[in-house]
């Protein structure tokens, strides 16, 4: 897994906000066995105890559930992937929207801007 973090917000919300975007677009695929938590630890840079906290939230949220002696895997709960799908949309939305308007467009021409974009797109 690559990882990359940023300075100003704590690492394990940066690790779950990750996982969940390697949840959300395949890359962990449900039923599948996560690392154990030192070997993320260890790959992350990050102390174990962290990635345990990151960990633990997740399970928390039902994204990741753990069979005592097999270990952490991915939720097979397609409800619960569907959720995850889309928080992260509403998140990226509203992200986009916030930023284009702190450039002084308003909704119309943001949802124009994204229309014209995706026609572009199609005809290349």
Known sequence: MKWEFKN???????IIAQIKGMIASGELTAGSKIPPVREM????????????RALTQLEQEGLLYTQRTAGRFVSEDENVMKELRKAMSEQYIA?????????????QEI???????EEDKEEK
């Open 8 to 14: 100003g917000i704590p690492i394990y919300l940066q």
């Open 95 to 107: 992200e986009l929207f916030h930023n284009l308007g702190k450039m002084g467009m308003d909704k």
């Open 111 to 117: 949802i124009a801007a994204v229309k014209n974009y």
């Open 41 to 52: 630890a260890v790959d992350a840079g990050v102390n174990p105890n962290t990635m345990q």
